[in-house]
């Protein structure tokens, strides 16, 4: 058994994480170059300093994680699920159930919030925004954001949903109480069911075939029929039928 196999079988009995179902080299490489910094030489060494020191397993989750994030990420996609997605669910149901699935540090659900709600009052909206990183949670509750994360946003949202607080800017309290943030391993923990919209995007690159398998399953069995499944600008679903979906637009699949 290699020191990497190893370290994988230990991190999922001390942490539940399977590491197995993320690309391995990907994986490997990165984690190689962070222990490496720390002054590590193997994953035995890595991994026993893990397993005593709470501070440097905290720090190995997060850089486990893959927290990139920008509010209206990729604007086009946004544009489409504003002016056709929308619509087209809430012509049936004015209040929509929305999860966004590996919400990293919020910019995601909190912009779902801000578009939806040209379309819907805000005391409707009711996003479940969910992660594997309790930091990054952490970090998206308080809603602090620098200028960076905002440059796709449009101006007329920056002015209305946004507290400017010198280089950064503040989500406003109206938007941070339509998301609700929880932990959650998406490969472990029980999926609620019954979504209009489950928006999970630029996670899947790094896993597995297999795991993206059991992902999109996962995701087909909690939208309701004729829900609608977001997924992210290099994660096209080339046999949405295997997972009883149908296209409804570019990145967007409706569940038949």
Known sequence: MSDYTTFI?????????????????????????????????SFVDYYGALHNNKELLEEFLDRMTINVSEFYRNAQRWDVLEKKIFPKLLAGNRKLKIWSAACSTGEEPYSIAMLLSSLAPLRDISILATDLDLGVIKRAKVGLYSERALKEAPVSIKNKYFINEGSFYQVKDEIKRAVTFKQQNLFEDRYDTGFDLIVCRNVMIYFTEEAKNQIYMDFSKSLKPGGILFVGSTEQIFNPGKYGFESEDTFFYRKV
């Open 9 to 41: 079988k230990n991190i999922k009995n001390k942490t539940g994480i399977d590491l197995s179902l993320y690309k391995e080299a990907q994986m490997k490489r990165r984690l190689t170059s962070h222990y490496e910094k720390r002054g590590f030489r």
